[in-house]
């Protein structure tokens, strides 16, 4: 053994390490081996608990954010009027110059073709006089959706269905005094509307009484109020506030005539009426008054409807156009409930009743008239035998009608309305109208490029073959 390492030495090596710390320092705690940590510093603290028993930990509370209102509130109805309303003017637009107006001489019969004055302007746009512009209004004629707010004034398109329209309308308000019964129908954009109220504009340049409907679908949905009424055919439904609406609606549009005509029949009414009143304040009378609107409603139809009488002051009437947008809504169940909350047909509701009357023939206009209903796409209900009378009406010759289908219920009120009903269906402009349309979106500077005929078979081919709603949208709309 070297004699540097000694028993002493030895002896301490072997000796453990926690019995020499002991050894060193008796009170001293307990230490775990190569570490100057505290066993009682070790100890985790005991976990916070809810009243629930579950461990509370850190979470993040925000205060709740408390809006402040700058402004006054919506009123009741304001959102559905802004949805609503109607522009027809944009004083960014230009004047489209040398723009003629739609007068009462251009829908007359000249020459011996039979063709009217507005045969001569097909293919141009022609504008709407401020008489016009304030009835249209009246009726509701306008839509939201048509494109009345991109130009200067409301002008409108003469196309071809437009002369057919002229010469039924001279039929109707001329020496004639024919009755014209006629359907709408086309694609999504073709133009049913404006038709309908270029029917309503020459109507009411003719001197003629003007009624429609606005939306088929406002009549059905159940939006306002009704209850039933016991005649002899059975139980109808009477709408009073939509009735009160349409008289006031029909004696602000057709005031001029109507202030020119009397009474001259008596009537059983809730309240005493002048015998001699006009026929503007006799509306009116029903239009402030819902509760004496549907009894007012039946006596002015009837004295409409009556025979004219060449002697007398007021004694005369004159032809008469009701019309009616979105016609596949009132062919069909409407929302309403009967008192066993089974659906009313649209039929039975007493202002669709009267209008189905007229269009079927059932009830005839003695001093002429017309009866035109167009067709919705754009929001379209199902009705199928409509659909399928509208495409047996519209098969060309040669072709073979098409077959209903035996798994599916037929309407047989709809199917007898529409049996003898005369249908046009409208399909795209033509080349030469569509460039009439397109000149006069560049003289009122919503197209800024040159009208071409490279641009109009361009724009003519986009829009599906001439479909003027989306002529429109690819020509103006789409630089907005």
């Known amino acids: 053994m070297p004699p540097s390492i000694c028993l002493r030495c030895l002896a301490r090596s072997s000796t453990p390490v926690e019995s020499s710390l002991t050894s060193i ?24 608990t809810t009243a629930a028993g579950k461990p509370a930990g850190r979470r993040l509370q925000l205060k709740k954010q408390v809006r402040t209102q700058t402004g006054r509130p ?10 609503k309303r109607i522009v027809l003017s944009n004083t960014n637009a230009l004047e489209v110059p040398g723009l003629r107006d739609l007068t009462s001489d251009r829908i007359v019969r000249r020459g011996g073709d039979g063709k009217t004055e507005l045969a001569r302007q097909e293919g141009r746009v022609l504008g709407l006089t401020n008489d016009t512009v304030d009835a249209l209004r009246a009726l509701e004629t306008f839509k939201p959706s048509q494109g ?14 437009t002369v057919h329209m002229a010469e039924n309308v001279v039929d109707a308000t001329g020496e004639r005094r024919s009755t014209v019964r006629k359907v709408l129908c086309g694609s999504r954009g073709s133009g049913k509307s404006v038709l309908l109220l270029q029917a309503q504009a020459m109507a009411l340049l003719k001197g003629a009484i003007v009624i429609h409907l606005p939306e088929g679908r406002d009549m059905v949905n159940a939006h306002t109020a009704y209850h039933p009424l016991q005649t002899p055919e059975g139980t109808i439904y009477v709408q009073p506030q939509y009735t009160a609406q349409l008289l006031g609606n029909l004696a602000r549009a057709n005031q001029p005539v109507l202030s020119k005509l009397r009474l001259r029949q008596q009537h059983r009414l809730p309240v005493p009426v002048q015998a001699n009143m006009s026929l503007d304040r006799f509306a009116e009378l029903g239009a402030k008054d819902s509760d004496l609107a549907w009894p007012i409603w039946e006596a002015l139809w009837s004295e409409l409807t009556a025979p004219s009488q060449a002697e007398g002051e007021g004694q005369q009437r004159p032809p008469v156009l009701i019309s009616l947008d979105g016609l596949d809504h009132v062919m ?38 017309m009866v035109v209903a167009a067709t ?73 490029n040159g009208v071409t005929n490279l641009l109009t078979s361009e724009q003519w081919s986009l829009a599906g073959q001439g479909i003027v709603g989306e002529l429109e949208k690819g020509a103006v709309r789409a630089r907005f």
């Not at 081996?33 to 070790?42: H, M």
């Not at 659906?343 to 003695?366: I, K």
Request: hydrophobic share 40%.
């Open 148 to 161: 009345w707010s991109l130009f200067r004034r409301p002008a409108t398109l003469i196309r071809r269905e």
């Open 25 to 48: 320092a008796p009170n001293a705690s307990h230490r775990a081996a190569f570490s100057t940590t505290s066993a009682l510093a070790a100890a985790t603290p005991a976990k916070k």
């Open 74 to 83: 919506v009123a009741p109805g304001e959102r559905k009027a802004y949805r």
């Open 376 to 448: 919705c796409a754009s929001n379209k209900a199902a009705a199928p035998t409509l659909d399928h009378m509208l495409k047996v009406a519209t098969t060309q010759e040669g072709q073979e009608a098409p077959r209903w289908d035996p798994y599916v219920a037929k309407d047989e009120r709809v199917e007898k309305t529409m049996k003898d009903v005369q249908v046009t269906k409208l399909l795209g402009l033509s080349k030469d109208e569509a460039r009439g349309v397109m000149e006069y979106y560049a003289h009122s500077g919503m197209l800024r």
């Open 332 to 369: 069909r169940q409407s929302a309403y409930l009967d008192a066993e909350a089974k659906p009313v047909h649209a039929h039975s509701l007493a202002l669709v009743r009267d209008f189905m009357r007229l269009l079927n023939g059932e009830t005839a206009l003695p001093n002429g008239g």
